[in-house]
């Protein structure tokens, strides 16, 4: 058995009762969206003391999703590599193919609890779209997704998938046409009618309690990580590693090691084509403070405050906030941030596809990019625990197209085949 919230909070895991952390969070809304917001911070407090809603929850958790997701020991990849082992923890086999399912399912149950009608939620990948779609056929709400219309273009299975999961999906053709925009038309339709719909956020972000609610519906992924690491290696990881787009899967299996000092914890940014172009969203690298879709945290944003149109080959990446507890989590230097830019991905998500026959999301490729940049650093017993997200079968046409391959019958062992590999991807 495996309990799905975390249950010993503590000051660095735990927003304060405003949804705090340090000068991060919060809740900046209109005051009518503020009384619904707190309608679900009481509904939530009061479900996670409910045993019926935990049994529920972990009982779908269980059968429904497949969890526990294994821990891999990517071992051909790490000798490739040269260095430290790296594991995997297999988000990418849950049902619908990302960790994104494990908070929609706890949302939908909530907005069930609390008799919404009608899920509502923006998407980038279509990943959060999906799961959200899956969580409400399920069990029974009707579902809105609004979708940037250039996300639309590029994720066109994703869509597929939640038109046939009975979602409607409205696309948003205002500003860059992504993530953002989403989030914005999404907000102004829950403002619209808050009672029968309930915003179902996709990440760590958002105002108060969504950064808290997110964080604990996907604390699962580390509190399974801490205990399956130890059985199979014996010990704790000398470090964790995952991508940080809103932050969400990340801050899930951060929130299991938070209180581990020796293990080095590193969420990896996408770096685009370079930290020094502004196509990049590497906003705890490059943010300042400022106030976003109802919080407070780091953003990249202009002289005036507005948000600034951001990039990644990633569209679940592609967010110009950052989740609160991540800002914190800089701040206060538990853990680090760094970057990885398209191309460093696009090798991870070719590196590990070719080393372990593990096709992984361009997302969750950055984190893999870091972690085999920083295993080459190490020596062969270090261990380095990397979250792989989700499956990249979203991204295959994509990564062909752009970054086709000069030589697909390229032979490739060990060592300086490997390398030799990477550098047959083309770029175009
Ligand atoms: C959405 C998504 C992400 C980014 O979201 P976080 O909230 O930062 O986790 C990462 N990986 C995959 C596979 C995704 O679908």
Redesign the pocket.
Known sequence: MHNPLTKEIDTTNAPDKNGRFGEFGGSYIPPELQTVMDDVTRAYEKIVQDPVFLAELSDLLTHYVGRPSPIYHAKRLSEAVGGAQIYLKR??LNHT????INHCIGEVLLAKQMGKKKVIAE??????GV?LATAAALLGLECDIYMGEVDIKKEAPNVSRMKILGATVIGVDRGTKTLKDAVDAAFEAYLKDPIDQIYCI????GPHPFPMM?RDF?SVVGLEARRQIQEMTGNLPQAVV???????????IFSAFLKDEEVALYGVEPAGKGLDTPLHAATVTKGTVGILHGFKSLLLQDESGEALPVYSI????D?PG??PQHSYLHTIGRVNYESATDREAVEAFYGLSRMEGII?????S?AVAYAIKMAQKMDKNGVILV?????GDKDIDYVLEHYPLVDYEVRHDNGNGFRDFLANIKEQ
């Open positions: 988000e990418d193919g990302a960790h994104k998407t980038g990948a279509g990943q959060h799961a996709g990440s760590v972000v997110v996907q995952a991508c940080v787009g809103g932050g969400s899967n990340a801050m899930g990633a569209s679940g990446l967010y950052v989740g992984p999301a361009l997302e969750s950055h979250n792989l997200s989700g499956r």
